[in-house]
C-alpha cells in the first residue's frame, strides 16, 4: 500500500481546533462508560483512543503561540507531549493515562475550545 502525498494545503487553526473537538469527543464516547479494567481487556478501543489522542496533541502542536496563550487553562505542553510519547515512545504509554485523560482532561478541553470557538468572530479563533 502506498500513501500518496495531499495536494491540498495544511489545515488552517480553525480547522484544527475543530479537529481537537472531534477527535476528543470521538474519544469520549468511544470509551463511554467503560472502567480503566474493561480498557484493559478491550485492545482496539485501546488502539483507537490512543489514535484520538495522538490527533488531539498533533493539532495543538500546529497552533499558533497566540492560540495557545489565548486559552492558558489548558495544559498544552502536556497535551503536545502525549502525543509524542503515543507516537514515538510507545512503549512508555501507560493505560491508566489514557483512560484518565479521556475521562478527566478530554471534556475540559472540548468546553474550554467550545467557548472559545463561540466567543471568537463569526465562530472562528481571532
Known amino acids: 500500500m502506498t500513501l ?3 495536494n491540498q494545503p495544511p489545515p488552517t487553526e480553525a480547522e484544527r481546533i ?8 470521538e474519544a469520549i464516547t468511544i470509551l463511554g462508560d467503560a472502567s480503566l479494567a474493561v ?3 478491550d485492545r ?9 489522542v495522538a490527533i488531539v496533541g498533533e493539532a495543538a502542536n500546529h497552533l499558533s ?3 495557545l496563550d489565548s486559552l492558558p487553562m489548558n495544559p498544552w505542553d502536556q497535551i503536545i507531549g502525549m502525543r509524542n510519547i503515543l507516537i514515538h515512545q510507545y512503549f512508555r504509554v501507560k493505560l491508566h493515562t489514557v483512560h484518565d485523560t479521556v475521562v478527566n482532561d478530554l471534556p475540559v478541553l472540548v468546553a474550554s475550545l467550545e ?12
Open 18 to 25: 475543530d479537529h481537537i473537538i472531534s477527535h476528543a469527543r
Open 65 to 67: 503561540d497566540a492560540i
Open 4 to 6: 500518496r502525498r495531499s
Open 44 to 52: 482496539v478501543k485501546q488502539l483507537a483512543l490512543g489514535y484520538l
Open 115 to 126: 467557548a472559545f470557538t463561540d466567543n471568537s468572530q463569526g465562530g472562528q479563533p481571532s
Open 39 to 41: 480498557l484493559e481487556r
